[in-house]
């Protein structure tokens, strides 16, 4: 099956500073990724989906400004949690979609802002 | 957008007793797959079963689809302390679906 990974896959940081997750198609090219946030004990939230070399659409209810969505290639996503509050701490995770329609789910990486 | 649920909620067994998890779902699907989830940890991708596809099994799980009943089933077998995770499916097709997963403990 297709793998997408993220880097990192736990990271700490202190309040106010940027965070950066990336999220690969190791096998595969994605036209579509997607970032998804998934709070204690609960399903996935859709925070935005990204295509490759356009701007990423957003969900009603996210800060474009605050999570900032880069899709710079077809195997490449990026995300970056601008000054990063403790209510951001969550766990943030990305899927990629195959040219055929079947989207694969990366691992996840914790955030937790002190 | 919430469009199926997966049952039960928590499951607890012994070790070596089968655990079996439920996913229903409302739209037409290309795919459905299972991840596992440990606490605190990543999704690992365990099986996709395509819409066309009554069942699959790798190792000790086996998955089932039926589109009639737009449902599936993960069965887990001869299971273990280590297979202690929440379980989710993940529906893809007209309209995409991440469960809120069943939290399984296995009772060594």
């Known amino acids: 099956g297709a793998v997408v990974s993220q880097h990192p896959s736990w990271v700490i940081c202190k309040s106010g500073t940027s965070v950066k997750i990336e999220c690969r198609s190791l096998?595969?090219?994605?036209?579509?990724m997607f970032w998804y946030r998934q709070f204690p004990k609960q399903s996935l939230m859709l925070m935005a989906t990204s295509n490759e070399g356009s701007k990423a659409t957003y969900e009603q209810g996210v800060e474009k400004d605050k999570f900032l969505i880069n899709h710079a290639s077809l195997t490449l996503s990026t995300l970056t949690v601008t000054s990063a509050h403790p209510e951001d701490s969550s766990f943030y995770i990305c899927?990629?979609?195959?040219?055929?329609?079947?989207?694969?789910f990366g691992p996840g990486t914790r955030l937790t802002v002190t | 957008s919430q469009q199926g649920e997966e049952d039960p909620q928590a499951l607890s067994i012994q070790e070596g007793e089968n655990a079996t998890m439920n996913c229903s779902y409302k739209?037409?699907?290309?795919?459905l797959q299972w991840y596992r989830q440990n606490s605190g940890r990543g999704l690992v991708h365990l099986i996709l079963?395509?819409?066309?596809?009554r069942e699959k099994h790798s190792g000790r799980l086996r998955v089932t689809l039926d589109t009639s009943k737009k449902s599936s089933s993960l069965l887990i077998t001869a299971s273990r302390a280590a297979d202690t995770a929440s379980y989710f499916c993940a529906t893809d097709g007209d309209q995409f679906y991440f469960g809120t997963g069943t939290s399984l403990t296995v009772i060594p």
């Open positions: 899927s990629a979609r195959i040219p055929r329609g079947e989207q694969y």
């Open positions: 079963i395509r819409s066309n596809e």
């Open positions: 739209t037409s699907i290309n795919n």
């Open positions: 096998d595969f090219q994605a036209t579509t």
